[in-house]
């Protein structure tokens, strides 16, 4: 019964049953060198403990982080051709002298939200972007992309932080939000 078990479980998981293991009568038997070969596995991987089974899984522990190394780089990549896009864009885009100036868009948003206190925290809640905190000038945009660019750097050079991805998404919700 378990070795039809573990031929299932080889044929759902794609992993091959041990070929040294034979049924005979119901019964699980394994040859002297099949016995032989799992402790010699095990001393190598175990680097000299006796009786721990060979973690099968560990190979797969290995690809999430090749994995987990290739996105947040390509994330970091998107992120810096999206702010060098925004550096040599703003200005006329969304610049004071551009075709939509974004300081009379953010200066209609401010009018909604009366400032009582609650009324940038309300403002950001609607719309999140730093500048209902900072002046909205070409400098203060073109400073934003910079940032940005220079933490998006970091990231595909292999920064690794949960901070520097959340300014990255801050930074560049505040340069959409206003665009």
Known sequence: MEMAIRRRLARVTGVA????????????????????????ITKDLTAGKENVIPNQGAHCH??????????????????????????????GLMGSG????????MASLRSRFPDNG??????????PT???????TDDILDIVALAGLGLSALVTLGLNSWFVMALLWILDFSI???A
């Open 130 to 136: 730093l500048f209902w905190w900072l002046d909205l």
């Open 62 to 91: 290995n690809s999430f982080l090749v994995a987990k190394w290739a996105i947040l780089r390509l994330i970091g990549l998107v992120y810096a051709f999206a702010f060098l896009g925004a550096y040599f864009q703003n200005r």
């Open 176 to 178: 959409v939000t206003v």
């Open 118 to 127: 609650r009324g940038r925290i309300d403002g950001f809640l609607s719309h």
């Open 17 to 40: 049953p041990l070929p040294e293991d034979n049924e005979e009568n119901g019964q699980l038997v394994e040859d002297d060198t099949a016995e032989k070969k799992k402790t010699e």
């Open 98 to 105: 551009g075709l939509s100036p974004a300081d009379a868009y």
